[in-house]
C-alpha cells in the first residue's frame, strides 16, 4: 500500500522502493522460513546432528561409513550440519530435513586448526538447498581473524540470498571452557551478524546466553561421555536459555544411538526429566 502512495507521489521514489523493498522483504521472509525450518516454531527449540567432524578429523570413529551410522538418526534430527562432501558421498537427496552446511576448513588435526578458509561457494550451498551455512572463529588463537573475516564473509554472502549463519566458537587447547571466554567468542559472533550461535555448555551458562541477546544458542556436545552425563548436559543447557544442541558424538558414538538422539529429543523439545529420558535411551 505504501509502495502505492508513493507511485502516486513520485515515481522516481516508487521505482526506487520497489526494488529495495522488494529485495528487502523477500529476504527476510526466506531467512525466517530457513530458521523455521531449523529452529521449530512450535516448541522454539531444535535437535541438530553434527556429522560434519572429517573435515578436520578424517574418519572419526561413528562417521567410517557416514551414510551407515547417519542415515537411521535423520528421521529423529531437526537439521543436519555436515559438508558438501558428507551429503554428496552418503545422503540420499530423498532426505528432506534442512541442511546446516559447513563452509569452512582447509586444516587438520595435524595442524593448526585456527588457520581456516572458506572452502565452500555460498552458490554451491544454494545447490545442496543448505538452510543455513556455518563456519568456526577461533577467538584467542593464532589466525583470529581470519576465523573471524570468514564469518563476516559468510554473513554477508548469507544476507544477500536470505540464507543464516551458524556460527561455531571454536576452543582451542590453550583456552578455558568458562563463560568468560565463550561470552566473548558468542557475542563476538552475534556482533558480527551470526543467525546462530554454537558454543560449549559451561559454568554460568546463562551468561553466555545473556551475551547473545536474541540470537538462538545451541551447545556441542564435545567429546563422548556417558550418556547420562550427556543427557543432563543437555537438560542444564535447556534450562539455561539453550534452544537446543547440534550435537554429534555423544549421539553417533552411542552404543544405542537412535535411542540416544530420541532420549535428546524429549529434553530439548518437551523438557522431559533426565531419568525419563535416560529410560528412552535403554529401550
Ligand atoms: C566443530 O567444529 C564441528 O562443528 C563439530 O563437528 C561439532 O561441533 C561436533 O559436535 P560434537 O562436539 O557434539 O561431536
Known amino acids: ?26 529476504m527476510n521472509w526466506g531467512m525466517k522460513n530457513r530458521l523455521n525450518r531449523i529452529i521449530n516454531p512450535k516448541t522454539g527449540h531444535c535437535v541438530m546432528l553434527a556429522v560434519d567432524h572429517g573435515f578436520f578429523q578424517g574418519p572419526t570413529t561413528g562417521l567410517r561409513n557416514l551414510g551407515k551410522t547417519i542415515n537411521p538418526l ?27 552446511l559447513r563452509m569452512s576448513g582447509g586444516t587438520s588435526i595435524l595442524k ?8 565452500t561457494t ?14 568456526s ?5 593464532e589466525f583470529e581473524q581470519q576465523s573471524i ?28 571452557r568458562d563463560a568468560r571466554f565463550l561470552g566473548l567468542a558468542s557475542r563476538i559472533a552475534v556482533e558480527i551478524g551470526a543467525q546462530i550461535v554454537k558454543t560449549y555448555f559451561c559454568d554460568d551458562f546463562e551468561k553466555v546466553v545473556e551475551a547473545c541477546g536474541n540470537t538462538p544458542v545451541v551447545i556441542a556436545g564435545g567429546k563422548k561421555i556417558d550418556e547420562k552425563d550427556a543427557l543432563q548436559m543437555a537438560k542444564n543447557a535447556r534450562d539455561k536459555g539453550a534452544v537446543g544442541v ?24 518437551d523438557g522431559m526429566a533426565v531419568e ?6 535403554k529401550e
Not at 509502495?3 to 526506487?16: I, P, S
Request: hydrophobic share 50%; charged share 20%.
Open 1 to 26: 500500500m505504501s509502495v502505492f502512495k508513493l507511485n502516486l507521489f513520485n515515481n522516481k521514489v516508487y521505482k526506487l522502493m520497489d526494488v529495495f523493498l522488494g529485495k528487502v522483504v523477500s
Open 74 to 100: 535423520i528421521p529423529y534430527a531437526d537439521a543436519l550440519m555436515i559438508t558438501r562432501g558428507g551429503i554428496r558421498n552418503w545422503i540420499p537427496p530423498e532426505m528432506d530435513k534442512p541442511i546446516i
Open 112 to 119: 593448526e586448526l585456527s588457520n581456516e578458509i572458506i572452502t
Open 122 to 135: 555460498v552458490e554451491d550451498a544454494i545447490r545442496i538447498n543448505a538452510s543455513a551455512i556455518t563456519c
Open 137 to 141: 572463529i577461533f577467538v584467542g588463537a
Open 149 to 176: 573475516a570468514n564469518l563476516s564473509h559468510l554473513v554477508n554472502e548469507g544476507q544477500k540470498y536470505g540464507i543464516p549463519v551458524l556460527a561455531v566458537t571454536a576452543v582451542g587447547k590453550e583456552m578455558a
Open 246 to 269: 547440534d550435537m554429534g558424538r555423544n549421539i553417533f558414538q552411542s552404543d544405542n544411538p537412535i535411542g540416544m538422539i530420541k532420549a535428546v529429543r524429549a529434553i530439548i523439545h
Open 276 to 281: 525419563d529420558a535416560f529410560k528412552i535411551y
